[in-house]
């Protein structure tokens, strides 16, 4: 070879060592641009699916959040449904319980709105009124086909009472709403609205949800069933703001702060169907910002269709710049330029590149090491995360995560342990994956404040902060478990705590074989594995609350509170099964209708407290008298149901009822009390008594009330004849009611004598009905029927008009006499007695001295201070009063100190026989003294012999009355005895 063609081969030679740096470089920085597009195309990624993932998080929660509400109205409905009537306070009690404000957050109230006819409308309105609201009406005001007024709303607060008897149905998008629930028979949410309930101040766009009220026993299978046997329908007003704030809370502290999201509502966003502004509520206003991420979604609520609109904001898109991606620009670069400077070493000199090179792989291996860890903690956060979203139960949640933990993140073992609030402060270990060994079992830790509570999980739990040991063999507070730890290859540890949003639950820790393992940016990742995990707990656990409720308020719809025994809906289901099988058996059932005797008098006097501790202690001794296969249930009050399955046997059935009465021939114990209960029964046969439930018990309780007729303690099979008598009960009801309006009703006047001057010194007015068929009716026979339908109240009021008005007549001929006037104790408590006396004493002119009025003993059970005012407010008047059938009662005698009272009545049932029973001698001879003890005039009615007029002139009696003297007679007649003057 010349030296020109060396020249030239070795010029070539240099030329290309000289280009080989930059030909190092120029691939290296291509390499690094395409590894870094990788990591920010994986980035963006990841942070996607962190989008979706909240998005649907948020979605799912406002579901299920509906869904809640929806089972508050099914409890409610189920309410209705298992009574005959729902009263006010029967109502505010339910709603109270569900604690509306600490489990349903954003719910405004729970309502019922009661549909009412045109026809209805005075009624509705008057008898709302009587309960204390004197102002109340339909509003708007006008005429309509329907009426749906709003008459129960809980809480019943300022803000809710602006809606008390609206009516919904009068506003369309309302009424829309109402229909679609009314014939679909399901929970149905309204279109955008306005609440009634709103001020000027803070208006909120708000919805509601209806469900229907259906009257109870009757079908509702079809839509004109549906439609006709519509009661109303139990709701919830929703302020849209409220609920979400409710709902979404600081949700792992994204919302409000990264994402946006907006309501709509329908499947067309416009700002007219805007229901909740995210930017009005924040404050966040977007300004200029095109979000990198936008998605929407549909919800069906409640049958109605809402649009979610969601967006990301500049905080979370911070996500999007990868510390990978610029890790790797600048290790990529630097690798580069070194790369390129080895190989301009190596044209230069090949030891010092050797050793270069060497430095920059073992660079480039760890770089590749973290990147792979970060990748993998990514992956991991990723299927954690779509693990929380499947979650149903809270122990395979941990053991779930646990295992991706260890298996998908490279760790040697992880668990969860919970804080427990014992005086030792002992952490609990609840779930764990991984290579343990016993591990868990040896390390005793606690979260107090010593030793064992200073390693990584203890401090992170007292602290709410993460704590990491990266390496056992040098951190000192790693001595109690550092021997245990490395021999089952634990290098470095860290605890993550789970912070809920009351307290620290517990925390996560994770163990790794490899020391130093945790940087910052994985540290990060692992925080907000922890976040998520937590809410997943928390929300399960809500979860499980609300079921718990649920099937709390599904019992309660199907039995009674107080004594856990089935109501009269779960009765009903099984005595439809129970009819259906003995059918085909050619078996036999039994309904027993149970009422407790004298249980009222048990409250009034020893208190509700009391009584219902009564109730249940009588259930306990019911259920030792029926079998296995009967049920058992309370009617509501004192009455009890008892339906017998398989029985043909009247001597059988006879049996079981004569072993209940026996059963409680001892007396109940309660408080040091001993307390005698017996028992009324009616007994039905099915199918011969009636193969409906309702024909079957209605036909038990009418034997009841003849087996109290018959004086109680007893039992009674229902005949034919039984339900012909209440037929003919109810009959007189109705002609009894048109017998005040038609002027029936008279009085007849009884004299009443003074023993020593033997004159009449009054009259006692007596009722009668002279019915334009059936003749003059006795008062034994309607007196007990006006007392049980609240009749006697008008009556009362009529017959004291009517007596003062004839007294008043006597008076102006010249014959002062007193009128004794019989006041029932239905009549004191429910009616207007004080303005009643007054009124008739007013429009009489009659003076108030001439006015008696007879009390019975039992006016004094029911409220004692109250029955004192009033009869101090009337003896304040100058109305004279009379204790009647004295004797018979309850009261103490110790009361009659306290009584304003002017007179003591013997009870005929002590004179009829005071001359042959020395019992009622000795009575009578007792109620004289102690009358005349208390300077109390004493007059005994009945008296129907002179040997009975004897002897009561002989002990002191200071007047009488009885047939022995004359019969009730009518004005003209009575006034006809005057004139004689007889006496």
């Not at 549909?298 to 610029?326: C, K, M």
């Not at 099915?686 to 018990?697: H, S």
Request: hydrophobic share 40%.
């Amino acid at each position: 070879m010349t030296k020109k063609t060396e020249h030239h081969a070795a010029r070539r030679e240099f030329s290309f060592l000289s280009l080989l740096p930059w030909l190092v470089l120029g691939a290296g920085l291509l390499i690094t641009y395409g590894l870094q597009d990788v990591a920010r195309q994986h980035t963006r990624k990841n942070v996607q699916e962190r989008f979706d993932f909240r998005f649907n998080e948020i979605v799912v929660n406002i579901e299920a959040r509906l869904r809640d509400y929806e089972d508050v109205l099914h409890g409610t409905q189920s309410l209705f449904a298992s009574s005959e009537s729902v009263e006010r306070s029967e109502f505010r009690e339910y709603v109270s319980q569900l604690r509306l404000d600490q489990r349903y957050p954003g719910i405004q109230g729970v309502g019922f709105a009661q549909r009412i006819s045109p026809a209805e409308k005075a009624a509705h309105i008057r008898r709302i009124r009587r309960e204390s609201f004197p102002g109340y009406t339909i509003r708007p005001s006008g005429e309509r086909d329907s009426y749906t007024s709003i008459i129960y709303l809980e809480p019943f607060n300022w803000r809710n009472q602006r809606a008390f008897g609206y009516d919904m149905y009068s506003e369309p998008v309302r009424r829309a709403a109402m229909e679609r629930a009314r014939d679909e028979n399901r929970a149905i949410v309204s279109g955008k609205v306005t609440l009634v309930q709103e001020t000027e101040k803070n208006v909120q766009p708000g919805f509601l949800m209806y469900l229907p009220v259906y009257r109870n026993g009757l079908p509702h299978e079809t839509l004109a069933q549906r439609q006709e046997n519509l009661v109303g329908w139990v709701y919830a007003p929703f302020r849209v703001h409220d609920l979400m704030n409710g709902i979404l809370g600081k949700h792992f502290g994204e919302i409000g702060n990264t994402l946006a999201f907006d309501i709509y509502d329908g499947d067309q966003p416009s700002p007219a169907s805007l229901m909740y502004d995210f930017s009005k509520e924040t404050g966040i206003s977007p300004g200029l910002h095109e979000p990198v991420f936008r998605s929407v979604k549909y919800i069906d609520a409640g049958g109605h269709q809402w649009t979610v609109a969601v967006r990301s904001l500049p905080d979370f898109e911070t996500s999007l710049e990868s510390e990978e991606a610029q890790f790797i620009v600048i290790s990529g670069i630097a690798g580069s330029l070194l790369t390129s400077f080895i190989v301009w070493l190596l044209a230069t000199g090949r030891e010092r590149a050797f050793a270069t090179a060497t430095e920059m792989t073992r660079e480039l291996r760890e770089s590749e090491s973290r990147t792979r860890r970060l990748n993998r903690a990514l992956k991991l956060l990723s299927d954690c995360n779509m693990t929380l979203v499947r979650a149903k139960e809270e122990h395979k949640l941990l053991s779930e995560i646990c295992r991706l933990i260890v298996e998908r993140g490279g760790y040697r073992m992880a668990w969860v342990g919970f804080a427990e609030q014992d005086t030792a402060k002992t952490v609990r270990p609840v779930a764990q994956s991984g290579y343990e060994e016993g591990y868990l079992d040896s390390v005793n830790l606690t979260w107090a404040d010593t030793e064992r509570g200073r390693g990584p999980t203890g401090t992170a739990i007292r602290t709410g902060v993460t704590d990491i040991n990266q390496d056992y063999l040098t951190d000192p507070r790693m001595a109690p478990w550092r021997e245990a730890a490395l021999e089952r290859g634990y290098q470095s540890s860290i605890s993550l705590p789970l912070i809920g949003k009351e307290r620290v639950l517990g925390a996560l820790a994770l163990y790794s074989p490899d020391p130093h393992a945790f940087s910052p940016e994985e540290v990060a990742l692992l925080e907000e594995l922890a976040n998520d995990l937590t809410f997943g707990i928390e929300t399960l656990r809500t979860r499980d609350e609300h079921r718990r409720a649920e099937e709390k308020l599904g019992f309660l719809a199907q039995h009674d509170p107080l004594t856990q025994l089935p109501n009269r809906l779960l009765l009903r289901d099984r005595f439809d099964l129970s009819a259906a099988a003995m059918e085909r058996e050619r078996s036999g059932l039994a309904m027993l209708f149970l009422d407790l005797d004298n249980f009222k008098q048990v409250n009034e006097t020893l208190g509700h407290d009391l009584g219902d501790q009564l109730l249940v202690r009588i259930v306990e001794r019911l259920n030792g008298c029926i079998r296995d296969t009967d049920t058992i249930s309370r009617q509501g009050g004192d009455e009890f149901a008892i339906l017998l399955a398989n029985v043909n046997d009247l001597g059988i059935i006879g049996g079981i009822a004569q072993n209940i009465l026996e059963a409680f021939s001892d007396p109940i114990e309660i408080d040091g009390r001993l307390l005698n209960v017996t028992f009324s029964i009616g007994i039905g046969i099915f199918p011969n008594d009636g193969m409906e439930f309702d024909t079957l018990l209605k036909k038990a309780e009418t034997a009841m009330y003849h087996a109290k007729e018959s004086g109680r303690n007893t039992y009674r099979f229902f005949n034919e004849q039984m339900n012909i008598d209440a037929l003919e009960q109810l009959q007189m009801q109705g002609q009894l009611r048109n017998a005040i309006r038609n002027g029936e009703l008279v009085l007849h006047y009884q004299p009443q004598i003074d023993i020593g001057r033997s004159g009449i010194t009054g009259f006692e007015a007596l009722v009668r009905w002279r019915h334009p068929e059936a003749g003059m009716i006795p008062p034994a026979k309607f007196i007990p029927l006006a007392e049980r339908s609240g009749l006697i109240i008008q009556i009362g009021e009529w017959v004291l008009n009517e007596a003062c008005r004839q007294a008043k007549a006597w008076l102006d001929s010249g014959r002062p006499l007193v009128m004794a006037v019989n006041l029932s104790a239905l009549q004191f408590r429910r009616g207007n007695l004080l303005e009643t006396v007054a009124s008739a004493l007013e429009r009489s002119g009659l003076p108030a001295r001439y006015l008696e009025l007879e009390l019975t003993e039992s006016i004094l059970l029911h409220d004692i201070e109250a029955a004192m005012q009033t009869l101090h407010a009337l003896k304040a008047m100058g109305v004279k009063l009379s204790i009647d059938d004295f004797g018979t009662g309850y009261s103490s005698l110790s009361y009659l100190k306290r009584l304003a009272v002017d007179k003591l009545k013997i009870d005929q049932s002590f004179v009829r026989d005071l001359t042959e029973d020395p019992e009622d001698a000795a009575i009578v001879k007792a109620i004289i003294q102690l009358g005349h003890t208390l300077q109390l005039s004493i007059i005994a009615e009945g008296v129907e012999t002179d040997a009975q007029l004897a002897f009561l002139r002989n002990y002191g009696c200071d007047e009488v009355q009885g047939y022995f003297f004359s019969r009730p007679l009518p004005a003209e007649e009575a006034s006809g005895l005057l004139a004689k003057d007889f006496l």
